[in-house]
């Protein structure tokens, strides 16, 4: 028993001197410290809030734990705030603000690509109308071209019809009708004639038809002696025109002749005399 009751007061004693050695070395320790503050400055200038947030010197922070070793109210407050600051933080974790933020994200990405589409769109919408406009702008520069030209030849056909019908009623043309032979007693065309001039026009009101190849020629003699030929009249006939021939002052008769180039054969179809 006195070797247990020895060995109980040599742990007994050892445990009072390594506290009051630690005692000692903690009372050495906050004596080389300048800064002092009560627990009525600790807690009202909210050093507790900063000390938990690390916003504290390290003086700051010894003097924070040398109040909460001396008042364990003070240590309760520095653990509450700790728990309540930490509690934040986890809630603001458990938060959905990063899936809002993702949704967000993406609600910005689905408009920005609806936006570029529309744009394209639009864009391709007014490339294609540019080259529609400009087709359709060709298309009208095309007809009105063909319009114009249109116009300019039924403008100057409208002129030539004008100009022989003045050539035909004038009081200095002579009207010499060409009729038929005894073979082709039905032919019969019209020589409109200037007196001053000599100008000559021909009108067919009926000729033969002749086979393909051959056509018709228009001949001036002078007193059975010289001819001369002043047109040709080539199929289709124009009944509805009127075939310019060349001028001729002097001539006593007109003669209208269908004509065989391959077989180099002619023959008469009308004749007239002319009295000068």
Known sequence: MSCIRLIQILKRGFWQIRTTFSGICYL???SNIQLKVTKKELIEGGWIDKYVLGLTSEEENLEVERLAHLYPDIQDQVNATRKKICGSFNRKLTNPVFHNSFITKRRVLRGSAFIVFVSLAAFGFLWWKHFDLKETY???CEKSAADQAKLAQMSSFSQKVSERSAF????????????GCESTPDAEVLVFKCKNSGK???????????PEGQHYEVWT???DSTSHMI?????????????VLNSDLNYTLLQITAVDPVLNFSHPVCMAHVDL
């Open 138 to 140: 060709n298309f009208q």
């Open 221 to 223: 003699q002078w007193n």
């Open 200 to 210: 000559m026009m021909l009108q067919v009101v009926d000729l033969p038809a002749l």
């Open 28 to 30: 050495l320790r906050w």
């Open 168 to 179: 035909i009623n004038s009081a200095t043309t002579e009207r010499i009708k060409v009729k």
């Open 231 to 243: 047109g040709m009249i080539e199929l289709p006939i124009k009944y509805d025109s009127m075939y």
